[in-house]
T-cell receptor
Framework: DAGITQSPRHKVTETGTPVTLRCHQT?????MYWYRQDPGHGLRLIHY???????DKGEVSDGYSVSRSKTEDFLLTLESATSSQTSVYFC?????????????FGNGTRLTVT | GENVEQHPSTLSVQEGDSAVIKCTYS??????FPWYKQELGKRPQLIID?????GEKKDQRIAVTLNKTAKHFSLHITETQPEDSAVYFC?????????FGKGNQVVVIP
């Protein structure tokens, strides 16, 4: 299995508080992604990164920001959490872009916003 | 952008029977079609993928077929076993963007 670690695995937070989720990889892959998974919606891309300090928006990026200061770490921040951001968040990595190689997913972070 | 639809949303099969899940895509430029399996409470994992220059690919009990003219691709699982029970996601990639279908729940009845 690809070396991907997400932290925390579970988090409960209150509406309006900032939250940061961390993804750490040991594979030295260039591409990293954040997805959210909700019933009836499948996997939706929030943001992705194609290198250190290089990031771009996905289809559901509103309310989220990301940062990648090192190859191995990709952070997802909810500046002011809302109940609609309650979800399971998956980090993924790939050797080349989305059209070229498989995604390897982390174990997910279950976030509950109360 | 690419739009991927999966049918049926839920599929129940008797153990030992075959299961087929079909996905349709909208962008004729899409050229990479992976399938992911997600067991309850686990992460999605790639089980098979196919590129547009190939019509069929097999890996033991799993096969994927691609019809570029009709813009659909299908996952075939033969001799189903209880451990095949999971949610299966198809995806299609064009212009370096991957779009996922909403997933199919497959239930294998012992």
């Amino acid at each position: 299995d690809a070396g991907i670690t997400q932290s925390p695995r579970h988090k409960v937070t209150e509406t309006g508080t900032p939250v940061t989720l961390r993804c750490h990889q040991t594979e030295n892959h260039r591409y990293m992604y954040w997805y959210r998974q909700d019933p009836g919606h499948g996997l939706r891309l929030i943001h992705y990164s194609y290198g250190v300090k290089d990031t771009d928006k996905g289809e559901v990026s509103d309310g989220y920001s990301v940062s990648r200061s090192k190859t191995e770490d990709f952070l997802l921040t909810l500046e002011s959490a809302t109940s609609s951001q309650t979800s399971v968040y998956f980090c993924a990595i790939s050797e080349v872009g989305q059209g070229g190689s498989p995604l390897h997913f982390g174990n997910g972070t279950r976030l509950t916003v109360t | 952008g690419e739009n991927v639809e999966q049918h049926p949303s839920t599929l129940s099969v008797q153990e030992g029977d075959s299961a087929v899940i079909k996905c349709t895509y909208s962008d004729s430029a899409s050229n990479y079609f992976p399938w992911y399996k997600q067991e309850l409470g686990k992460r999605p994992q790639l089980i098979i993928d196919i590129r547009s220059n190939v019509g069929e690919k097999k890996d033991q009990r799993i096969a994927v077929t691609l019809n570029k003219t009709a813009k659909h691709f299908s996952l075939h699982i033969t001799e189903t076993q209880p451990e095949d029970s999971a949610v299966y996601f198809c995806a299609a990639s064009g212009n370096n963007r991957l779009a996922f279908g909403k997933g199919n729940q497959v239930v294998v009845i012992p």
